[in-house]
């Protein structure tokens, strides 16, 4: 009896303490009332706190968006408290994973920032008969991926290996060393929607479910924060990749890249100087991306054979200056260049026959600006294969507006508002003129949303939101 008096004295003297603090500042109250929530596994940073937050994004303009309270939860159950926490007080909510995204989807100025890192990186994997899945938790990256499966096994992922894999799952996901995306390999998801309550996903799901299965794996963002994702890895060794630096200009390597080859792939891509040094193999200029399907010896003598039939010109001379520890991938931070100023990027899927034209277009801007921005062309896949892509990315305040400008005045020509980009996670810029191009099936996932969050809860500007719901 003791005990419980003490407690309902304990209770009551927070409560009085709370609803002081309310009186004088409704922040400082409503970020107990969180603490209390989701203590002792939740952490809550409120006020001055937030100063001292290391934000790690790639894009520093999101640094710029400051929540109002950051929330770095460690179970489910922190999350589902937290999301009710913002409907109940009305807050907006946001929820960030490695935070890459380009346009600062993952923040929101004034928000209640979910950091969902804390909950952890672990990769563990499962075998069902033939198939071994892949078990992820929301800070996983594509290392932490790579780091945990047998080299006999592959998965889809992009270029960058900070990466996180919810963001790129959920929104498409495209690799250059599969022909099929990342969403595809989705199994099952654990997501908390708008309401709090916890949803397990997955193809046998039914009714309302079953669409918030489709949606999720498309534009997870705008409907549910998943907690945890199985993917099912590929039954193969990943396809070999060759980066080799060529000393050609664009034209004739343009001219060469064949649509598809026996070997494999090919593509192109111009990262110097924006990712590595301008001395080093990668940074000194044109590279030539081939992906070959398999280890054999054939195959690899048969890219080569291509490569040296076809007046390629291999930079020999940068091979010979490969220092020991060169970053093996676009590591910026290595190379003290990470988080960019500003961060736009154009990524198109065009038909085979049309992709030569938009890339060369696209390449005209890129030669004026190879200092800040980066070009990548396929690689071409074939007939059958996934559409080919282009994109320029570009990584400071001037050349982010500068491609902006480019696309727009050049829109006749490279289309960034028509249907048929594919849903992707790069969309030029945080205003939904590009919508309809990253979701040509924009009004059913609509529909999906007046369903599952009528409210526009996880609201995000280049997302979907509840357009033409019944009664609203
Ligand atoms: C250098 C670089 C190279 C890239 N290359 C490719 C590429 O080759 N192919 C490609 O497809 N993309 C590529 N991307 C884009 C990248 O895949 C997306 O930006 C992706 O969304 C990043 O995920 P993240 O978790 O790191 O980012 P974040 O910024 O943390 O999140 C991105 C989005 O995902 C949402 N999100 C994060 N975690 C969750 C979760 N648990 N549940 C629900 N939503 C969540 C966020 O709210 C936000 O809307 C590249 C990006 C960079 C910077």
Redesign the pocket.
Known sequence: YAGKEAVHMLQSRVQSHVAAHRRVDPDVALCEELRTATWPTGRVLCGGEILTYGWD???EQ?AKLTPRFIMQPKTTEDVQKAVRFAKNNNLNI??????????????QQNSLNLD??T?GSTVTTRKIGEDTLAILS?GS?FQTIKDTISSQLSFT????P???????H???????TTDT??NESIVQME?VTADGALHTLNAESTGEEAQLWNA?RVA????????E?TIRLFNRRERPYLVLPVLNDFDFLLSKVPNGAAFGWVGLARWDKV?YPQSTVLGHGWILQIVLNDLYPWTLTSALSWVFFNGIQLAFSYFAQIPPNIPTN?E?WLNGLYPFQD?A?F?RFYPLSDIRDKAKLLESFLSQHVDNC?Y?LGPLQGESARLPLV?V?CNTLQTAALLKDFVRQNSAVLLPDKPGSGY???PLDDTSTYREAYFPQYDELAAIKCLWDPSDL?Y?R??IHPEGCSGS
């Open positions: 994004v790639y894009n999101c946001s929820f960030r994973g490695q935070g890459h995204t380009y346009n600062c989807a993952a923040f969902l890192r909950m929301p990256t992922h992009g270029t960058c900070t990466v996180g894999v919810m963001g790129f959920l929104h498409g996901g495209w690799g250059a995306w990342a997501v999720m997870g963002s705008s409907f549910g924060i998943v907690t994702l990712f676009a910026t961060s990027v990524t980066r990548n994109t990315e992707i996670n790069l996880f995000s280049v997302g």
